[in-house]
DNA sequence: TTCGCTGCAAAGGATTTGCATTCTA
DNA sequence: TAGAATGCAAATCCTTTGCAGCGAA
């Protein structure tokens, strides 16, 4: 068994974010604002994925004058520091999750019916990614792989679809 | 070796989706008009990625007054038919290709350098994706799974590069 | 003769941008 | 104090929709 489940637990590591933010401001020219760490503050104590409105609606318990703009405007920034990562399953609107480094490279399970997002790392099917990629003549560089399915325990189901409306 | 690299080729079966098309459009009470056939027609001797704005072109060269809210609306009743599938790789705009039926389902590489995108098959990553998916608790339904890469024969790629600009 | 379809233009929804103002460093 | 960042509103871009006229069955 090579599958492993993944899930987040930032909240012990929410310095090191902040921190290297900080340290991405500094060496890039930019300034550290409060909206900028009421922002990431928002996004570190929110479910992994998530979008602009809701980052905006959370951000604002904290200051009720920060603008959606600013919201994509530091999603962006949080982007290109390497602390987000842009989900590739809505086509919609943009969802972000917390990146995890090379290492921790996951990909997703989504429930059809619940929408529950798992997150899990399998070590086999990565290597055989790399190996068909060889096969057809191309050096692998990156992938994106989202599995849609149902929960088998149907009730698990029905309590996680509950969740999300409150 | 179980990855088979699939290459489209329409030309000698495009009876048959026209044929497929005609009988979705009876069975559902909806009506087969020029444009609907010309939109196919566009479609079917384009290259296998298209998005919109492109088949609105093609189409125009047969009949100079198709208008691109029909062009949209052709795209969906050709998916609903089963003839068409949405891509799930480009977030910008929607990209259209000819649809596999079940037998056929398949994922795709592409070149971050040329832009080709070569589509394949693989059991084995198939029956890896169903297992992972049951370790979860889950039962597959569905999947997408898009690899990155780069050529590794650096002039099929340039060729590749330079046949895009035209 | 029905209604489903069409083209056009207007509306939508997510994201970006211009600009005057505010604020970090 | 320089110039980066902000909020707001306007602008974009792709896609959808409303509607009056058109046309397939």
């Given at each position: 068994?090579?599958?492993k489940e993944i899930t987040s637990n930032h909240l012990n590591?929410?310095?090191?974010?902040?921190?290297?933010?900080?340290?991405?401001?500094?060496?890039?020219?930019?300034?550290?604002?409060?909206?900028?760490?009421v922002i990431l503050d928002a996004i570190l104590t929110s479910?992994?994925?998530?979008?602009?409105?809701?980052?905006?609606?959370?951000?604002?318990?904290?200051?009720?004058?920060?603008?959606?703009?600013?919201?994509?405007?530091?999603?962006?920034?949080?982007?290109?520091?390497?602390?987000?990562?842009?989900?590739?399953?809505?086509?919609?609107?943009?969802?972000?999750?917390?990146?995890?480094?090379?290492?921790?490279?996951?990909?997703?399970?989504?429930?059809?019916?619940?929408?529950?997002?798992?997150?899990?790392?399998?070590?086999?099917?990565?290597?055989l990614q790399k190996r068909i990629a060889l096969r057809l003549?191309?050096?692998?560089?990156?992938?994106?792989?989202?599995?849609?399915?149902?929960?088998?325990?149907?009730?698990?189901?029905?309590?996680?679809?509950?969740?999300?409306?409150?």
């Amino acid at each position: 068994l090579t599958t492993k489940e993944i899930t987040s637990n930032h909240l012990n590591i929410d310095t090191d974010f902040h921190t290297k933010f900080e340290e991405f401001l500094k060496k890039n020219g930019l300034r550290l604002t409060k909206q900028r760490a009421v922002i990431l503050d928002a996004i570190l104590t929110s479910p992994n994925h998530i979008d602009a409105d809701t980052v905006l609606e959370k951000a604002r318990t904290a200051d009720k004058t920060v603008g959606l703009a600013t919201v994509y405007r530091t999603l962006q920034v949080l982007t290109e520091s390497g602390i987000l990562n842009e989900c590739a399953f809505n086509k919609e609107r943009a969802i972000f999750e917390i990146s995890q480094d090379a290492k921790h490279h996951h990909d997703h399970l989504i429930c059809e019916k619940c929408g529950t997002i798992v997150e899990f790392h399998d070590e086999e099917i990565e290597l055989l990614q790399k190996r068909i990629a060889l096969r057809l003549g191309f050096e692998l560089t990156n992938h994106n792989m989202v599995l849609y399915g149902k929960c088998i325990d149907k009730n698990k189901c029905k309590l996680r679809f509950a969740e999300k409306k409150n």
